[in-house]
């Protein structure tokens, strides 16, 4: 059951936004990936809104092939637990959530790295689990190619167990720190981890006290059969491409499900699927806005990006951007779930592979919304209210503009119809703010709830 009938917020950071074409509109500033003062003021865009959290997506390489890589700017970032520790400094109350794969770190690294995260930013820090999706991120570890896409979810598992008990390593309360006897901690209340899996081995303590929000929330994006399951297990907040009401309320239902078969109280698994919204106070100037986007694309960038998307599996510059779109294409050891979500779109829209490339290129799966403010809200309260989203993850097509417009006109019809706060009021942390529990250290006797 929801604790609250308003919904969650994130937004998507990004150097330009989320339409392939951001970057080359004149509304976008051209600046580094670096550049923090950039991010800083998105950030406090979205902050001063209230949202939940701003999320940061990651790659270890450049995944896309080099005929397009030149055009395609989503790869070009900086890393994401750095990015955020410096915007932890220029915020106070948003989440931050860091993108970082379990293929190719180990637990240690992690584990370390976010509880600093979470310290830094006093319990604001999540960490958005994924596997690594690409040969090429392969290659840049001493590999070839990846491993089977189910085999990472089972070194996914074994790396957040490891994780979560690096966390419990140290008791909350294990610091004394008591200058008159000269104990800095009670050894008593510090605990080796000792963890040996098919994949890591893990001795401990973790060499930083516990974090604040017990452990940094879990972030997942499983939508794969492998995907949902790792989902329902360990995942607080899922971000999942979910373009149509009724796919939506497929996947949060079955999520939800199996979240309680694991027994999970399925309030503490919030499903937030991501939304491009493009605004106009007509819906005539954002038909328009999205026009002009899609006029900046190169048509190299278009068939690249859906061809990746795909799963590298077809050759999109030799096949008839005419004809329609087949059922079904040779199974993917990237992500297996968006060539699924792309191709039963397109059978049910009985796309061309012309008008499916453009799709991939305007919104990547997710739900895009064209419309005035109104138009907007009304659709993100019916995927609401109809159980298909706890919240969005929103993806402004360009940035800061397209933040701007959902955040002045979007926004304020949200609250006037009761269904997204107006200010930051559930604690400091982001636990707190998305209603989630403290969980309990494995190896102490008592843990808190928020």
Not at 166 to 174: F, I, M, N, R, T
Request: proline share 4%; with cysteine.
């Amino acid at each position: 059951m929801r604790e609250t009938e308003e919904m969650k917020l994130g937004l998507y950071l990004s150097r330009a936004g989320y339409h392939e074409g951001a970057w080359l509109s004149p509304s976008v500033p051209s600046i580094r990936t670096t550049d923090i003062d950039h991010y800083a003021q998105v950030a406090a865009i979205a902050e001063d809104a209230a949202f939940h959290f701003v999320f940061l997506a990651d790659h270890q390489g450049v995944i896309n092939d080099t005929a397009t890589a030149a055009r395609i700017s989503r790869d070009y970032a900086s890393e994401p637990i750095s990015l955020l520790s410096a915007l932890s400094a220029r915020t106070r109350h948003i989440g931050l959530i860091a993108t970082a794969t379990t293929t190719y770190f180990q637990p240690y690294h992690l584990a370390r790295m976010f509880a600093s995260l979470d310290h830094l930013s006093g319990g604001r820090a999540a960490w958005n689990v994924v596997t690594s999706a690409s040969d090429c991120e392969a290659q840049n570890f001493g590999g070839k190619e990846l491993p089977d896409h189910d085999e990472r979810y089972t070194q996914a598992r074994e790396f957040v167990d490891a994780a979560k008990g690096l966390w419990d390593s140290w008791e909350d309360d294990a610091f004394i720190r008591d200058k008159e006897s000269g104990i800095f901690a009670d050894t008593r209340k510090v605990h080796l981890l000792n963890y040996k899996g098919k994949y890591f081995s893990v001795r401990g303590p973790l060499n930083i006290a516990r974090p604040p929000q017990g452990h940094p929330v879990l972030v997942q994006a499983g939508a794969s059969e492998a995907g949902i399951a790792f989902a329902a297990e360990v995942g607080e907040v899922v971000f999942t491409a979910e373009p149509s009401l009724e796919s939506g309320s497929r996947y949060y239902a079955r999520l939800k499900e199996e979240a309680r078969a694991f027994g999970r109280d399925e309030g503490q698994v919030l499903v937030m699927p991501g939304i491009v919204p493009i605004v106009g106070r007509t819906n005539q100037e954002a038909a328009d806005k999205l026009r002009i986007l899609q006029s900046y694309v190169h048509a190299d960038v278009l068939i690249g990006q859906a061809q990746l998307w795909l799963g590298s599996v077809i050759d999109l510059r030799s096949v008839n951007l005419d004809s329609l779109v087949p059922e079904t294409l040779p199974q993917t050891n990237f992500i297996q779930s968006r060539q699924r979500l792309l191709l039963d779109l397109a059978g049910r829209k009985k796309f061309t592979w012309r008008q499916l490339i453009r799709l991939v290129s305007d919104s990547g799966g997710h739900l895009m919304v064209v419309g005035t403010p109104d138009v907007i809200a009304n659709t993100m309260i019916d995927v609401f209210e109809h159980r298909a989203a706890d919240g969005f993850n929103v993806l402004p097509a360009t940035v800061p503009e397209g933040l701007n417009d959902f955040v002045e006109l979007v926004v304020p019809e949200l609250r006037r119809r009761g269904k997204f706060r107006s200010r930051y009021c559930c604690g400091k942390t982001l636990r707190e703010n998305l209603g989630l529990k403290r969980p309990l250290n494995r190896f102490g006797q008592a843990g808190t709830s928020c």
